[in-house]
């Protein structure tokens, strides 16, 4: 017996909403009541976050356009760009598998230690770096003491959500210092440093036939280094930190860029 017969498509699509974004995909090639209801906006409407209208509403893209859009194609849009929002200083995006949100925190949004001094960090505009999703990214010149942090409340984020912290950088054509000191990447959650903080040591720049590599190229033409994971239970934990930091007196380094740390849900 057909279902689309016995239920009509309201129930298939109620029944389809519990399912995930991939399993409503693969049940729109069924047959085409199968489609309608797998394609509808009460489908696809599940599968955004609860909050995605503000969210784009604090965007400087085009709202309208984002919300007039049908569910699915929003969907998929959120999942393959990326979106500017809190005037221009994080990117939001989706997990294409889950719907997870996806933030990442620009350069500017970060704690950076003499970050306003021009003879230690320069800010380059994006015109020179097309490929950065932000207007200005930050340029290591000369420093002695290395810090950058990089702050967002924990409320913004998915619920029971194992999430990833990656720095996102490259270098520039000279750089210096990097290939032989270990930068102290770690997650915590302020406030419970004592009990969250995880930690760990990693040479940003090691020789060419050094392997595995740290990092991993990434498809827009920057590179990323896991600095840590943590599990957000309900969101109310307050504020993540997600940190880089070395000193050392006799090593002046520079030459990396920064354009954020970005979190997104671990792959399962």
Same mark, same amino acid.
């Given at each position: 017996?057909?279902?689309?017969?016995?239920?009509?498509?309201?129930?298939?699509?109620?029944?389809?909403?519990?399912?995930?974004?991939?399993?409503? *995909?693969?049940?729109?090639?069924?047959? !085409?009541?199968?489609?309608?209801?797998?394609?509808?906006?009460?489908?696809?409407? %599940?599968?955004?976050?609860?909050? @995605?209208?503000?969210?784009?509403?604090?965007?400087?893209?085009? %709202?309208?356009?984002?919300?007039?859009? !049908?569910?699915?194609?929003?969907?998929?849009?959120? *999942?393959?760009?990326?979106?500017?929002?809190?005037?221009?200083?994080?990117?939001?995006?989706?997990?294409?598998?889950?719907?997870?949100? *996806?933030?990442?925190?620009?350069?500017?949004?970060?704690?950076?230690?003499?970050?306003?001094? !021009?003879? @230690?960090?320069?800010? %380059?505009?994006?015109?020179?770096? =097309?490929?950065?999703?932000?207007?200005?990214?930050?340029?290591?010149?000369?420093?002695?003491?290395?810090?950058?942090?990089?702050?967002?409340?924990?409320? $913004?984020?998915?619920?029971?959500?194992?999430?990833?912290? @990656?720095?996102?950088?490259?270098?520039?054509?000279?750089?210096?210092?990097?290939?032989?000191?270990? $930068?102290?990447?770690?997650?915590?959650?302020?406030? #419970?440093?004592?009990?969250?903080?995880?930690?760990?040591?990693?040479?940003?720049? =090691?020789?060419?036939?050094?392997? =595995?590599?740290?990092?991993?190229?990434?498809?827009?033409?920057?590179?990323?280094?896991?600095?840590?994971?943590?599990?957000?239970?309900?969101? %109310?934990?307050?504020?993540?930190? *997600?940190?880089?930091?070395?000193?050392?007196?006799?090593?002046?380094?520079?030459?990396?860029?920064?354009?954020?740390?970005?979190? #997104? !849900?671990?792959?399962?």
């Amino acid at each position: 017996m057909d279902i689309c017969v016995v239920l009509p498509e309201e129930c298939i699509s109620r029944i389809i909403s519990f399912t995930s974004p991939r399993d409503a *995909c693969r049940s729109s090639v069924v047959s !085409p009541a199968f489609k309608s209801a797998a394609d509808s906006d009460a489908v696809w409407e %599940t599968f955004l976050p609860s909050d @995605y209208q503000q969210i784009i509403s604090s965007s400087s893209s085009t %709202t309208t356009t984002l919300v007039s859009l !049908p569910k699915k194609d929003l969907y998929f849009y959120l *999942c393959d760009s990326h979106l500017l929002v809190n005037n221009g200083t994080l990117s939001f995006s989706l997990n294409k598998e889950n719907g997870k949100k *996806c933030y990442m925190v620009g350069a500017r949004r970060l704690s950076i230690t003499w970050g306003d001094e !021009p003879r @230690y960090w320069t800010w %380059t505009d994006q015109r020179l770096l =097309p490929e950065s999703r932000f207007a200005q990214v930050a340029e290591l010149k000369y420093v002695w003491w290395f810090d950058v942090k990089g702050r967002l409340e924990t409320k $913004i984020l998915s619920s029971k959500t194992n999430y990833v912290a @990656y720095l996102v950088f490259k270098f520039a054509n000279y750089r210096h210092g990097f290939e032989d000191r270990h $930068i102290e990447l770690s997650v915590y959650r302020e406030g #419970r440093e004592s009990e969250t903080r995880r930690t760990k040591k990693v040479v940003l720049d =090691p020789p060419r036939n050094s392997l =595995p590599r740290p990092y991993q190229l990434r498809g827009d033409g920057w590179m990323e280094i896991e600095m840590g994971e943590f599990f957000n239970e309900h969101g %109310t934990d307050g504020v993540l930190v *997600c940190s880089l930091f070395d000193f050392d007196g006799f090593s002046p380094k520079g030459g990396l860029i920064v354009e954020g740390i970005q979190l #997104r !849900p671990k792959n399962q």
